[in-house]
């Protein structure tokens, strides 16, 4: 497959930006510049050159950037830490997204149990009392007496309605 090589050298930059971002989030990376040019199917190869035309022609306001990016191929790739060509993927941010989201018999990284349970801090005493005085001579239920009340003969009537 024949690159040019503005859209190599982009890529080149892309990928060591990657590198660096995964070392400093304490992942290994063996994968090498070949094997992540590999990883490009000819659809990505053709997004990055039209962002490449399109930042030719770009004179001001925020710079196009192509829809590719690096990324692990599910959450298990990532829980081993290894980028390799076996763990990467090259896809857009939307499907990264969606790739990297916990499914169905993953188990939960460390790290991640570690950022869900991570306690937001002590409140304010004028922020508690405040609470406080919102919440008084408020119903915690969300049925008033009258709809409990309602609920009741509608159930009553049912059982009557299947006892016959």
């Given at each position: 497959?024949?690159?040019?090589?503005?859209?190599?050298?982009?890529?080149?930059g892309r990928f060591?930006?990657?590198?660096?971002?995964?070392?400093?989030?304490?992942?290994?990376?063996?994968?090498?510049?070949?094997?992540?040019?590999?990883?490009?199917?000819?659809?990505?190869?053709?997004?990055?050159?039209?962002?490449?035309?399109?930042?030719?022609?770009?004179?001001?306001?925020?710079?196009?950037?192509?829809?590719?990016?690096?990324t692990w191929i599910?959450?298990?790739?990532?829980?081993?830490?290894?980028?390799?060509?076996?763990?990467?993927?090259?896809?857009?941010?939307?499907?990264?997204?969606?790739?990297?989201?916990?499914?169905?018999?993953?188990?939960?990284?460390?790290?991640?149990?570690?950022?869900?349970?991570k306690p937001k801090?002590?409140?304010?005493?004028?922020?508690?009392?405040?609470?406080?005085?919102?919440?008084?001579?408020?119903?915690?239920?969300?049925?008033?007496?009258?709809?409990?009340?309602?609920?009741?003969?509608?159930?009553?009537?049912?059982?009557?309605?299947?006892?016959?």
């Amino acid at each position: 497959m024949y690159i040019d090589l503005k859209t190599l050298a982009f890529m080149k930059g892309r990928f060591d930006r990657s590198k660096e971002y995964q070392i400093k989030e304490g992942m290994s990376f063996v994968l090498s510049f070949y094997e992540y040019v590999e990883l490009h199917t000819r659809k990505h190869i053709d997004k990055i050159e039209g962002c490449m035309k399109r930042l030719a022609k770009h004179t001001h306001g925020r710079k196009p950037q192509p829809d590719v990016c690096l990324t692990w191929i599910d959450y298990k790739s990532k829980s081993s830490g290894i980028m390799s060509i076996d763990t990467a993927i090259v896809t857009s941010k939307k499907d990264s997204d969606k790739r990297n989201r916990i499914g169905a018999g993953d188990k939960m990284r460390a790290t991640h149990r570690a950022n869900i349970s991570k306690p937001k801090g002590p409140q304010a005493e004028e922020h508690k009392e405040a609470i406080s005085e919102a919440k008084k001579g408020v119903s915690i239920s969300k049925w008033s007496p009258e709809r409990h009340a309602k609920n009741a003969e509608r159930l009553a009537a049912r059982k009557a309605k299947n006892a016959i």
